[in-house]
């Protein structure tokens, strides 16, 4: 977990006479970096997670202390530190601008002008190298965790030095499609939850401790599924750090179903009989099963720039429905018939048997679960 607010705060709170006015919420906000910002054009640099600290220089352009807060929130920064007695004074910061710090979770802390800039961004950034190395050490740690069968000893020990006991009630999410972590992180942070967030394959990966405090399932989703482009899989609940690499590779698959199904989340649990797959030890037998029930399409589709395999997908996912497959891909129904006429030449197969859909099914499953990989 990175550097809060809080920590900061707190442990300069004497040394650099700061007041915090409004905002008390968003202490637990996480800090991606100090930035000093004078100059209000700069906005479109930052990336979230900033502390932003300033003179309020900015001011002599016009640029008001409401319209600069206000576009700090929208960057999803985690607060503002103002240096009082030049630009700015303690009575420019209305009750307004309070009111507004105070409903965004946005922390507003004022120190004196006295207080030299470089002396308290050089402490802060030291904090805040020193939480990326360790960071570092964990993202490394869960990595391992990942590949290793057993867990390492070395890695085990990190882990438990970091916070996260060998024995105690995890989850893991993959999300796919997360533009920015800081909403996220601000949400979880809010909770008090202990957790690890860290990129992987271009996927982010969120293990939860999920007995400490205890927090509903649909409370977590709320928070992760905050945008409508991401996707998650979910592992099952698992006791034990030495099965995480496991749990990871279960919480891929449900990654895979969620695609493959068009849904935002999918729990392993929730796979049933697909389960199966996950089981097996063999990639390439599974691989097979997916080529041999579906290269046909695949090759024909990339050599005509057809759509064959998305329509038989299609059509599946909507038990076969033909006014269904066709609202969902936006065409006509004599172009559906058409199509899946095509698509039984070339498989040699009707679509009406139970035992064949199934297969087609899996071998979906398996192919998107390989796309993901």
Known sequence: MRTQVLDLYHTTKEKYSLKLLSGEAGLTNSISWVYLAEDFQNMPFLKGGELVITTGLFMQSGITLSEFICALVTRSCSGILINVGQYIHEGDITEEIKEFCKNSDFP??????????????????????????NADLINAAFLGAIYQSPLHESTLLTLN?????????????????????????????????????????HLQILIVLMSQPNIPLNELLDILLFCDSITLGISNSFSSLMDFGLCYKRARFALAAASFWSIPSVYFEELGIFQ??????????????????????????????????DTLRTFLLSDCNLLETASSMHAHRNTIVYRLKKIKELLHTELNDSKIKFELLMAFYIREYFLIE
């Not at 009630?169 to 967030?197: A, P």
């Not at 199966?276 to 080529?291: A, C, R, T």
Request: net charge negative.
């Open 108 to 133: 507003l802390i004022t120190m004196p002008w006295k207080i030299h800039l470089v002396d308290i961004m050089q402490d802060y950034c030291r904090t805040l190298l020193l939480s990326t190395r």
């Open 161 to 201: 030095q970091h916070g996260f006991p060998t024995k105690a009630e995890y989850r893991i999410f993959v999300i796919s499609n997360l533009q920015t972590t800081t909403r996220i992180t601000f949400s979880l942070n809010h909770k008090q939850l202990k957790y690890h967030l860290f990129e992987h394959d």
């Open 276 to 309: 199966i797959l996950f089981s097996s030890s063999d990639p390439e037998m599974l691989k097979g099963i997916s080529q041999k029930s579906l290269g046909v399409l695949e090759e024909f589709d990339a050599l005509h720039d057809s759509d064959y395999v």
